[in-house]
């Protein structure tokens, strides 16, 4: 049931708590294919892991559905997947890593810095929009696109374009200028009217740095360096001087994005959190080449993403969000289908040759949690099994957290149960053995230490009853020189 179950962070803990009970069960489906012969080990910098096998079954988002690979969860490490059932990623497929030199790794496939395999399963967006012939189990989205429509509190996907109603004025246009992200062109940062991008080149075609859309961001994510001389200062600390204080701002203005031409505004009740008294604007990781637009873009402007031509072109969509435009309820109090027709005209700016705009065919409601995550609802399996996922257009894992299938290549412990424990399991009895094998060594030691302890004594004993025999003393009868008082220990 959506929302049925707490969403506090209080209760996190060191390893994920799912909201569902009903964690993917295979037994229970009368559709699930042979799991894959393949792992699925993700690794994040921060040494989250996610791990398990790949599996493939029916799986429905919204009014659409179709066989598809996934990650079967059976293990994961990190608390910020608590109350959730799993992730499905809208991004790009990530790009195959070299193969990795052998390694001695007790957890084969996963390399010293937990980086992702190279046989991460097919996005599900790419799944459910794949050509191929139609059957009794498959009914996919036409076009290859999505927008996304956010609120304080709640959101909508919309499958195979995007929904005219939900803009006001024109829809701009540009493409992504990577394939593995859904990077924009930024020209220009200012905060009120101060210029926070600062170009040193002279050349106006190197006077730009991306801007990555990611939804799984919550703020706005802005450089803390001079990216390596292509910028004059760093854009966070200039506007730290402007605003003296981060969480109380002296200075409150509104954000102003330059992408490809068009200036798009965040203003001050937008990035500044009210509720929490805090600022939503960060600095940039170190490494990082330039800017991520989070939440706080979302929240005001309706975007989409059109990968219909993926890997040759992907285009990018912004328009306004409409005031009044009513988002579907989450709770399911209202109709997720609606019919959206092709208007005489559309307004777009930079489109394209031969571009035509992908209109969306499906809405499908999302929970925004506290302005920082999105969750989405959808099933896999026949009879279904419904889960509530992370919603994330920044990734493009799919996975959900499973018990363990006996004999399934799966990796880590079963934090679900079912099946065969994997390398945590051997880990713990390993340590048992080694501990076994310690407290066995001690008793032995122990066991000798006595006997030879007991031998001089009974030699001791000996030697007294012997001395005693004789009228003299144990210590002359073992070294003669003691009486005489020449005795050297050096001779």
Same mark, same amino acid.
């Given at each position: 049931v959506?929302?049925?179950?707490?969403?506090?962070?209080?209760?996190?803990?060191?390893?994920?708590?799912?909201?569902?009970l009903?964690?993917?069960?295979?037994s229970?489906?009368?559709?699930?294919?042979?799991?894959?012969q393949?792992?699925?080990?993700? /690794?994040?910098?921060?040494?989250?892991?996610?791990?398990g096998?790949?599996?493939?079954?029916?799986?429905?988002? /919204?009014?659409?559905?179709?066989?598809?690979?996934?990650?079967?969860?059976?293990?994961?490490?990190?608390?910020?997947?608590?109350d959730? =059932?799993?992730?499905?990623?809208?991004?790009?497929?990530?790009?195959? *890593?070299?193969?990795?030199?052998p390694?001695?790794?007790?957890?084969?496939?996963?390399?010293?810095?937990?980086?992702?395999?190279?046989?991460?399963?097919?996005?599900?967006?790419f799944?459910?929009?794949? *050509?191929?012939?139609? =059957?009794?189990?498959?009914?996919?989205?036409? !076009?290859?696109?999505?927008?996304?429509?956010?609120?304080?509190?709640?959101?909508?996907?919309h499958?195979?374009?995007?929904?005219?109603? @939900?803009?006001?004025?024109?829809?701009?246009?540009?493409?992504?200028?990577?394939?593995? =992200?859904?990077?924009?062109?930024?020209v220009?940062?200012?905060?009120?009217?101060?210029?926070?991008?600062?170009?040193?080149?002279?050349?106006?075609?190197?006077?730009?740095?991306?801007?990555?859309?990611?939804?799984?961001?919550?703020?706005?994510?802005?450089?803390?360096?001079?990216?390596n001389?292509?910028?004059?200062?760093?854009?966070?600390?200039?506007?730290?001087?402007?605003?003296?204080?981060?969480?109380?701002p002296?200075?409150?203005?509104?954000?102003?994005?330059?992408?490809?031409?068009?200036?798009?505004?965040? *203003?001050?009740?937008t990035?500044?959190?009210?509720?929490?008294?805090?600022?939503c604007?960060?600095?940039?990781?170190?490494?990082?080449?330039?800017?991520?637009?989070?939440?706080?873009?979302?929240? !005001?402007?309706?975007?989409?993403?059109?990968?219909?031509?993926?890997?040759?072109?992907v285009?990018?969509?912004?328009g306004?969000?409409?005031?009044?435009?009513?988002?579907?309820?989450?709770?399911?109090?209202? @109709?997720?289908?609606?019919?959206?027709?092709?208007?005489?005209?559309?307004?777009? @700016?930079k489109?394209?040759?031969?571009?035509?705009?992908?209109?969306?065919?499906?809405?499908i409601?999302?929970?925004?949690?506290?302005?920082?995550q999105?969750f989405?609802?959808? @099933?896999?399996?026949?009879?279904?099994?419904?889960?509530?996922?992370?919603?994330?257009?920044?990734?493009?894992?799919?996975g959900?957290?499973?018990?363990?299938?006996?004999?399934?290549?799966?990796?880590?412990?079963?934090?679900?149960?079912?099946?065969?424990?994997?390398?945590?399991?051997?880990?713990?009895?390993g340590?048992?053995f080694?501990?076994?094998?310690?407290?066995?060594?001690?008793?032995?030691?122990?066991?000798?230490?006595?006997?030879v302890?007991?031998?001089?004594?009974?030699?001791?004993?000996?030697?007294?009853?012997?001395? !005693?025999?004789?009228?003299?003393?144990?210590?002359?009868?073992?070294?003669?020189?003691?009486?005489?008082?020449?005795?050297?220990?050096?001779?």
């Amino acid at each position: 049931v959506p929302g049925s179950c707490s969403r506090s962070r209080a209760l996190a803990r060191a390893t994920c708590t799912p909201c569902s009970l009903l964690f993917f069960t295979s037994s229970e489906l009368l559709s699930m294919q042979e799991y894959l012969q393949a792992a699925f080990m993700l /690794g994040y910098a921060d040494n989250t892991h996610l791990k398990g096998f790949q599996g493939k079954d029916v799986v429905q988002l /919204g009014d659409y559905y179709s066989f598809a690979d996934f990650g079967a969860i059976t293990d994961c490490n990190s608390p910020d997947f608590n109350d959730v =059932d799993g992730i499905v990623g809208f991004g790009m497929p990530s790009p195959k *890593p070299a193969a990795p030199p052998p390694s001695s790794s007790i957890m084969p496939g996963m390399g010293p810095q937990g980086a992702p395999p190279a046989d991460l399963p097919i996005p599900l967006l790419f799944a459910l929009t794949a *050509p191929g012939s139609d =059957d009794s189990n498959d009914n996919k989205v036409q !076009r290859r696109a999505f927008s996304f429509f956010s609120t304080d509190k709640n959101a909508e996907l919309h499958l195979g374009g995007y929904d005219p109603d @939900s803009i006001e004025g024109q829809l701009f246009l540009t493409p992504s200028i990577s394939t593995h =992200d859904y990077s924009v062109v930024a020209v220009s940062l200012k905060y009120g009217k101060e210029e926070l991008l600062e170009f040193k080149p002279e050349n106006p075609r190197l006077r730009y740095m991306p801007a990555v859309m990611d939804s799984g961001t919550s703020c706005l994510v802005i450089p803390d360096s001079n990216l390596n001389g292509l910028l004059a200062t760093s854009p966070w600390k200039k506007w730290k001087g402007i605003v003296e204080e981060v969480n109380t701002p002296k200075v409150k203005e509104s954000f102003h994005i330059n992408i490809a031409g068009r200036v798009f505004e965040i *203003p001050y009740d937008t990035w500044y959190l009210s509720d929490s008294n805090q600022s939503c604007i960060q600095q940039a990781p170190p490494g990082f080449p330039g800017i991520l637009v989070g939440d706080v873009f979302f929240r !005001r402007y309706v975007v989409m993403f059109d990968l219909q031509h993926y890997p040759e072109s992907v285009i990018i969509g912004i328009g306004e969000q409409k005031k009044g435009y009513q988002v579907l309820d989450y709770y399911g109090n209202s @109709s997720t289908k609606v019919a959206v027709g092709k208007k005489a005209h559309v307004n777009i @700016s930079k489109a394209p040759p031969n571009y035509f705009l992908p209109f969306a065919t499906d809405r499908i409601p999302i929970y925004n949690q506290l302005e920082t995550q999105y969750f989405i609802n959808i @099933s896999v399996g026949v009879p279904r099994q419904n889960f509530t996922v992370i919603f994330d257009t920044g990734s493009s894992v799919f996975g959900i957290f499973t018990k363990c299938i006996p004999n399934a290549p799966s990796y880590g412990s079963c934090v679900f149960g079912g099946g065969p424990q994997g390398d945590s399991a051997l880990l713990v009895e390993g340590a048992l053995f080694v501990a076994g094998l310690s407290i066995g060594l001690c008793a032995l030691g122990i066991g000798i230490n006595w006997w030879v302890r007991k031998n001089h004594e009974d030699a001791e004993k000996k030697a007294h009853k012997r001395n !005693r025999n004789g009228g003299g003393s144990s210590y002359t009868q073992l070294h003669p020189s003691f009486a005489t008082g020449e005795y050297n220990p050096l001779t």
